[in-house]
């Protein structure tokens, strides 16, 4: 018996299992937020906008875990706030964590929410980000992306908050659509607002996923079916990274922030979109998935990169988190933002998408889709897939 269990304890344990959603990134998980970020938000009161959405909820919970003095969950769904309270207040004590609706194009109640609560710390995750839906209805993509972004840069600085970090997308590097041109707007907005006492940082986001690998149930639901499912084509490759990783990169970045640098995650290579369906389907033990080719929407990419061409990336004191520091605003813009809003609130579109060229030179929008691809059948492979229409 004791040769037994010597001989046992010899034996090379075996080689560890890649976990689904290791299997479906290419890479494992980060928590890149460490004591930089707790020591921040200790004793400090916080105010999240969009704070019923994926990251702000997630960045919610997160936070509520780091003793804040105060917490601050703001959205304009009032019934959703009520419900991300309840969910919250068992952990965290009850009075420390208030609720304001509001909508962030509002000004004056902007305004107001930062006068009652006197935030130390914002998180801006509030934005409008679907793509085509933004594509289509470029006025109020400006209305909710680019002018509540400036109330709520302005009611930041008058109320001398200390530090404030905004949601930005990596379709803000060298933007093709007017979705990802209002992320860099966004962007811009900080560095405009530099000087004064406020520490700004922007944090561009890729492709969201849940961390327990389960994608959006649309995609689960259509393989499951034996329905087709709808990539935009054979090649489009995408960034992935967890809600979660979104949410520790949002705390990392308000620690690191130094003037108005936009903070990216290390995610590795690009992922093909259609590896993602047949790693999901084989999941699933289905033995083929059929895809259609949609071909590629207004605006949308082939590929994604986390940087803009002329943007140079720097090195943090975090190995996974690089930084830049992108150039100047442009001259006038205050004026040519003031134009903006005026146009986006008379419901110009046309006015909106010259507005946006001349305030972005590299904005260089893209229009014409390809044509549709036929329908195929594809064997499955081994992991989570991202959600049709991608």
Same mark, same amino acid.
């Given at each position: 018996?004791?040769?037994?269990?010597?001989?046992? &304890?010899?034996?090379?344990?075996?080689?560890?299992?890649?976990?689904?959603?290791?299997?479906?990134?290419?890479?494992?998980?980060?928590?890149?937020?460490?004591?930089?970020?707790?020591?921040? %938000?200790?004793?400090?009161?916080?105010?999240?906008?969009?704070?019923?959405?994926?990251?702000?909820?997630?960045?919610?919970?997160?936070?509520?875990?780091?003793?804040?003095?105060?917490?601050?969950?703001?959205?304009?769904?009032?019934?959703?706030?009520?419900?991300?309270?309840?969910?919250?207040?068992?952990?965290?004590?009850?009075?420390?964590?208030?609720?304001? +609706?509001?909508?962030?194009?509002?000004?004056?109640?902007?305004?107001?929410?930062?006068?009652?609560?006197?935030?130390? /710390?914002?998180? @801006?995750?509030?934005?409008? @980000?679907? #793509?085509?839906?933004?594509?289509?209805?470029?006025?109020?993509?400006?209305?909710?992306?680019? $002018?509540?972004?400036?109330?709520?840069?302005?009611? +930041? %600085?008058?109320?001398?908050?200390?530090? /404030?970090?905004?949601?930005?997308?990596?379709?803000?590097?060298?933007?093709? &659509?007017?979705?990802?041109?209002?992320?860099?707007?966004?962007?811009?907005? #900080?560095?405009?607002?530099?000087?004064?006492?406020?520490?700004?940082?922007?944090?561009?986001?890729?492709?969201?996923?849940?961390? &327990?690998?389960?994608?959006?149930?649309?995609?689960?639901?259509? $393989?499951?079916?034996?329905?087709?499912?709808?990539?935009?084509?054979?090649? %489009?490759?995408?960034?992935?990274?967890?809600?979660?990783?979104?949410?520790?990169?949002?705390?990392?970045?308000?620690?690191?922030?130094?003037?108005?640098?936009?903070?990216?995650?290390?995610?590795?290579?690009?992922?093909?979109? $259609?590896?993602?369906?047949?790693?999901?389907?084989?999941?699933?033990?289905?033995?083929?998935?059929?895809?259609?080719?949609?071909?590629?929407?207004?605006?949308?990419?082939?590929?994604?990169?986390?940087?803009?061409?002329?943007?140079?990336?720097?090195?943090?004191?975090?190995?996974? $988190?690089?930084?830049?520091?992108?150039?100047?605003?442009?001259?006038?813009?205050?004026?040519?933002?003031?134009?903006?809003?005026?146009?986006?609130?008379?419901?110009?579109?046309?006015?909106?998408?010259?507005?946006?060229?001349?305030?972005?030179?590299?904005?260089?929008?893209?229009?014409?889709?390809?044509?549709?691809?036929?329908?195929?059948?594809?064997?499955?492979?081994?992991?989570?897939?991202?959600?049709?229409?991608?």
């Amino acid at each position: 018996m004791l040769r037994f269990l010597r001989r046992r &304890s010899r034996a090379a344990p075996p080689p560890p299992q890649a976990s689904p959603l290791a299997l479906l990134l290419g890479r494992d998980e980060v928590d890149v937020a460490g004591l930089r970020g707790r020591r921040l %938000v200790r004793g400090r009161r916080v105010l999240v906008t969009g704070a019923c959405g994926t990251v702000g909820s997630a960045l919610c919970h997160r936070l509520k875990g780091l003793d804040p003095a105060l917490l601050c969950l703001v959205d304009k769904d009032a019934v959703g706030l009520a419900r991300l309270r309840h969910e919250m207040t068992g952990r965290l004590g009850g009075d420390r964590v208030v609720l304001a +609706a509001a909508d962030m194009r509002d000004r004056a109640r902007v305004a107001e929410v930062f006068a009652a609560h006197r935030p130390e /710390l914002v998180f @801006h995750t509030a934005a409008r @980000h679907g #793509l085509a839906e933004v594509e289509r209805d470029p006025c109020r993509g400006v209305a909710d992306n680019v $002018i509540g972004t400036r109330h709520v840069v302005d009611s +930041a %600085v008058r109320g001398d908050v200390q530090r /404030l970090v905004f949601v930005s997308s990596d379709k803000a590097a060298d933007p093709t &659509s007017v979705f990802g041109a209002t992320m860099r707007l966004g962007e811009l907005l #900080l560095q405009t607002a530099t000087g004064g006492p406020t520490c700004f940082a922007a944090v561009r986001v890729g492709n969201l996923i849940a961390s &327990s690998g389960t994608l959006l149930s649309a995609l689960a639901t259509s $393989i499951s079916a034996g329905e087709v499912v709808t990539i935009t084509h054979p090649e %489009v490759t995408r960034h992935f990274m967890t809600v979660e990783e979104a949410a520790g990169l949002l705390l990392e970045a308000a620690a690191l922030a130094e003037e108005a640098e936009t903070f990216v995650l290390d995610m590795g290579r690009p992922v093909p979109v $259609i590896e993602l369906v047949h790693r999901y389907a084989e999941q699933l033990r289905l033995p083929e998935v059929t895809i259609r080719f949609s071909g590629l929407g207004p605006g949308e990419k082939l590929a994604e990169k986390a940087f803009a061409d002329s943007e140079r990336r720097i090195r943090t004191a975090h190995p996974k $988190i690089w930084a830049t520091r992108p150039a100047p605003p442009p001259a006038g813009l205050p004026q040519l933002l003031d134009a903006l809003a005026d146009a986006a609130g008379g419901g110009d579109a046309g006015q909106v998408r010259m507005l946006l060229r001349r305030l972005l030179p590299e904005y260089r929008p893209v229009r014409r889709p390809e044509p549709p691809g036929e329908a195929a059948s594809h064997r499955a492979s081994a992991s989570p897939g991202d959600p049709p229409g991608l």
